[in-house]
């Protein structure tokens, strides 16, 4: 299964990006789906995950209740609503897939997560 993520761009402190993993493979439906990001200087982290089979969502403690996270599994497609955005949340937003199943265990660093691609940038200026 292969993911790219789209839907990045350029916005105020406040306003809101919808971003996009579009998942290629009859079975991208099974995968827990996980976003992650790398802002400058600053370690990657994953923001937000949801599962392949209860659809459960997971948030880091840093975008839980501003971020949002959907699956819709007959476009093969999971978006990630990004709300009330601050520069804080400027960085490279990666989507990827659990390689080894359904769930979103270790989301938060990506640990069994992949492949990568080349990400979607978002900038929000102050």
Same mark, same amino acid.
């Given at each position: 299964?292969?993911?790219? $993520?789209?839907?990045?761009? *350029?916005?105020?402190?406040?306003?809101?990006? &919808?971003?996009?993993?579009? *998942?290629?493979?009859?079975?991208? !439906?099974?995968?827990?789906?996980?976003?992650? &990001?790398?802002?400058?200087?600053?370690?990657?982290?994953?923001? $937000?995950?949801?599962?392949? %089979?209860?659809?459960?969502?997971?948030? *880091?403690?840093?975008?839980?209740?501003?971020? $949002?996270? %959907? &699956?819709?599994? $007959?476009?093969?497609?999971?978006?990630?609503?990004?709300? %009330?955005?601050?520069?804080?949340?400027?960085?490279?937003?990666?989507? *990827?897939?659990? &390689?080894?199943?359904? !769930?979103?265990?270790?989301?938060? %660093?990506?640990?069994?997560?992949?492949?990568?691609?080349?990400?979607?940038?978002?900038?929000?200026?102050?």
């Amino acid at each position: 299964v292969q993911l790219q $993520a789209s839907g990045g761009g *350029a916005v105020q402190a406040g306003g809101s990006l &919808r971003l996009s993993c579009v *998942a290629s493979g009859s079975t991208s !439906g099974f995968y827990g789906i996980g976003w992650f &990001r790398q802002g400058p200087g600053k370690e990657f982290e994953g923001v $937000a995950c949801i599962s392949g %089979s209860a659809y459960t969502p997971y948030y *880091a403690d840093s975008v839980k209740g501003r971020f $949002a996270i %959907s &699956r819709d599994n $007959a476009k093969n497609t999971v978006y990630l609503q990004l709300n %009330s955005l601050s520069p804080e949340d400027t960085a490279v937003y990666y989507c *990827a897939k659990n &390689r080894y199943g359904s !769930g979103c265990g270790g989301f938060q %660093s990506g640990t069994g997560f992949g492949p990568w691609g080349q990400g979607t940038q978002v900038t929000v200026s102050s």
